[in-house]
């Protein structure tokens, strides 16, 4: 805003304070998800024009499912899984030990961290019966958050 | 197939003959003992002392008598095989019927001996899940967020790992349709006949 041509006749200081203050009064609203009338009343208190806090609201309303979104997505959790990679294969032998006939699963996910955005992708390999096991538990999660949003 | 057996090998075998029975029966189960636990330094110098031949040719016929087992059973060659492949030391008809014995009898624990020193990557070992529902932070009020929450248990090189993850409805009905495409794969056709024509 320092650099909008609109606004270089203001002084900078008061630019800022302003910036800061509108950027805040938003990120509250957003927070509270306060809707139309107690933005309107706060507004008020702070002696704003009728027209202004009009147009200070649709603004607000135009982009409030973006900031919503926004915040929502601050926040720490533990490592997400994103997607899922596989791989079978079958084993024939190995320096150690010829003629082993195994088939086997390698299993790839890959992960984000909510703090730094990449995170070396976690594998691991199974047989036939944990991979099983694995699906298995992951339906009866699956089957539970069914439940859940049917109560 | 047929095992080749170097002269160094031949040479620690060829104690051997001379020992009898009792003594082959010994080295064998002192070299089974060290398959399972590794070299046991006492245990040939005890031997030594009660069949009254020297320690190093104990040592040299136990260690000859470890490779012959370890490369029959890594190659998984049949009996016939292994008769034919020692038939050139030139034993007894007994001694070699005792050596093919003992090479039977311990086939399949060598080979999960073996199985454990390849190259392995973490290993899926079990999985705990949790649902949850997010309802507030401290940037957004008022949240409805649900997320499963799993522990993984991974065990690399018998050390059990454990890891804490997260995932949403979404993702988590993409894993399971994945994982399903996965599993279906073994029961193709193709892996069928590929595992059919290995063997």
């Given amino acids: 805003i320092l650099d909008d041509p609109d606004l ?30 107690a933005i309107s009343t706060c507004l008020e208190d702070c002696k704003l024009d009728k027209e202004r806090i009009e147009q200070f609201c649709t603004e607000y309303q135009k982009n409030k499912d973006a900031l919503e979104i926004l915040l929502g997505s ?12 596989w791989r079978l294969e079958y084993q024939i032998k190995n320096n150690q030990l010829h003629k082993t006939y195994q088939p086997s699963y390698l299993v790839t996910l890959n992960v984000e961290s909510s703090d730094s955005g990449s995170h070396p992708d976690i594998s691991f390999s199974c047989t036939m019966e944990q991979l099983q096991d694995l699906v298995g538990k992951l339906k009866d999660a699956a089957k539970s958050l069914e439940r859940a949003t049917q109560m | 197939m047929l095992l080749v057996l170097s002269a160094e ?4 075998l060829g104690c051997l ?16 003992e060290q398959l399972r636990r590794g070299t046991a330094p006492r245990a040939c110098e005890a031997a030594a002392r009660k069949l009254s031949i020297g320690v190093d040719t104990i040592q040299h016929g136990v260690e000859g008598l470890v490779y012959l087992l370890t490369e029959s059973s890594k190659l998984m060659i049949s009996e016939v095989d292994f008769q034919d492949s020692i038939h050139v030391l030139g034993f007894s008809d007994e001694l070699n019927k005792s050596l093919i014995q003992l090479y039977l009898d311990n086939r399949k624990e060598i080979r999960s001996i ?50 804490v993850l997260q995932t949403d409805p979404a993702t988590l009905l993409h894993l399971i349709q994945q994982l399903e495409q996965a599993m279906g794969e ?14």
Avoid: F
């Fill in chain 1, 8 to 37: 270089k006749d203001i002084d900078p200081t008061v630019l800022k304070h302003c910036h800061a203050a509108a950027a805040t009064c938003i990120l509250e609203a957003g927070k509270q998800k306060a809707d139309i009338s």
């Fill in chain 1, 74 to 85: 601050i926040g720490r959790s533990p490592l997400h899984i994103t997607d899922v990679s």
């Fill in chain 2, 9 to 12: 090998h031949r040479a620690h």
């Fill in chain 2, 17 to 32: 003959p001379q020992a009898g029975g009792a003594v082959v029966g010994e080295l064998g189960r002192l070299a089974m």
């Fill in chain 2, 114 to 163: 073996l199985g454990e020193l390849a190259p392995r990557l973490p290993s899926y070992h079990s999985l705990e899940w949790r649902l949850d529902v997010q309802l507030a932070s401290r940037s957004l009020r008022q949240q409805i967020k649900p997320a499963v929450t799993m522990k993984l248990h991974l065990n690399q090189n018998e050390d059990p790992t454990a890891q």
């Fill in chain 2, 186 to 199: 073994m029961k193709m056709n193709h892996c069928r006949r590929i595992v059919r024509n290995m063997k």
